[in-house]
């Protein structure tokens, strides 16, 4: 194996600001495939029917990129020091979605300048990156390579890290040396269970699209559920992380760009319901937020209201 390589490539993306990462041999997914199929067959990913189009891509990253050999996964820190407020009419915003700009175009712009100087090292070699947008399975990948567990609320968690960071992948078209997986360290824990407040988390390991905060508030474009409660979100949801007791060590990002816009951080119900749709698209523009419309913003406040 390329030992010289593989160092090299991995302080590259050390030095890109990545807190982890991690290496694993490209290969059909056949186990984590399986649970994937039997989790579409169930419609556990509500209307995320894109999920369904792209199943065989997913399990298998040749069908993505033909040449592939290895997968690079890495981790790149989002948690602040910022606190939400406890105030009950004060809506809450996933913390991976409260800054100054979407996570995709932050990282992207780091991988595009690390694939390129990674091309550089070696005649021949190809790389191809996703952050969470394309038919790669990150979490799988990320396991694998050692990055962290699958935690009972389907979270990487690193025992070090805890689970508040997000994931990149990069297929390249060399053999490096592969990492193992880390053990799981869940156990006998199952807080992130017994705390969803809608029963998200079916069982270990297992989440529906269906019942979550996060997809109900982002990503459905219908109306929220009656017996759905937001528990005080408005975009996103962080409760099953923010009880995981491996996110204690509090470690945080130094990257500016994740701390929350003061024009939205701790702001009432009332101050939020006034903002125009002209205003949300300025607020938003460049963030996770203007994902969800202004229609949604206007349904998830409502709804928020309503409890």
């Given at each position: 194996m390329q030992n010289d390589l593989t160092y090299l490539i991995r302080q590259k993306c050390l030095k890109a600001g990545f807190i982890k990462a991690g290496i694993s041999k490209a290969e059909e997914l056949k186990e984590e495939g399986m649970y994937l199929k039997e989790w579409l067959d169930e419609g556990r990913n509500a209307d995320m029917k894109w999920m369904n189009n792209t199943f065989e891509k997913r399990i298998d990253p040749k069908l993505v990129m033909e040449d592939v050999k290895s997968v690079i996964s890495l981790a790149y820190l989002y948690d602040t020091p910022v606190a939400h407020s406890e105030s009950k009419d004060i809506p809450k915003i996933s913390r991976y979605a409260w800054g100054e700009r979407d996570y995709h175009?932050?990282?992207?712009?780091?991988?595009?300048?690390?694939?390129?100087?990674?091309?550089?090292?070696?005649?021949?070699?190809?790389?191809?990156?996703?952050?969470?947008?394309?038919?790669?399975?990150?979490?799988?990948?990320?396991?694998?390579?050692?990055?962290?567990?699958?935690?009972?609320?389907?979270?990487?968690?690193?025992?070090?890290?805890?689970?508040?960071?997000?994931?990149?992948t990069i297929l390249i078209n060399t053999e490096l040396d592969y990492d193992k997986p880390v053990d799981d360290l869940c156990r006998g824990c199952s807080i992130c269970i017994n705390e969803c407040p809608t029963g998200?988390?079916?069982?270990?390991?297992?989440?529906?699209?269906?019942?979550?905060?996060?997809?109900?508030?982002?990503?459905?474009?219908?109306?929220?559920?009656?017996?759905?409660?937001?528990?005080?979100?408005?975009?996103?949801?962080?409760?099953?992380?923010?009880?995981?007791?491996?996110?204690?060590?509090?470690?945080?990002?130094?990257?500016?760009?994740?701390?929350?816009?003061?024009?939205?951080?701790?702001?009432?119900?009332?101050?939020?319901s006034d903002i125009s749709e002209e205003q949300f698209n300025r607020i938003f523009e460049g963030t996770p937020v203007r994902r969800t419309k202004y229609k949604g913003w206007v349904r998830n406040l409502k709804k928020f209201k309503q409890v």
């Open positions: 175009k932050i990282i992207k712009g780091k991988l595009k300048l690390l694939c390129k100087e990674v091309e550089e090292m070696q005649e021949g070699i190809k790389t191809r990156f996703y952050v969470d947008d394309g038919p790669v399975m990150d979490k799988a990948w990320a396991v694998r390579s050692g990055i962290g567990w699958l935690g009972k609320n389907t979270n990487v968690i690193n025992p070090e890290f805890g689970s508040f960071f997000f994931l990149a998200a988390i079916y069982d270990e390991y297992r989440i529906d699209a269906n019942l979550c905060i996060s997809y109900q508030t982002i990503e459905n474009r219908n109306d929220i559920p009656e017996d759905i409660d937001l528990s005080g979100w408005i975009f996103g949801c962080d409760i099953c992380q923010d009880v995981c007791p491996f996110n204690d060590n509090k470690f945080f990002t130094t990257d500016p760009q994740f701390f929350p816009k003061k024009e939205i951080f701790n702001k009432t119900h009332s101050e939020l």
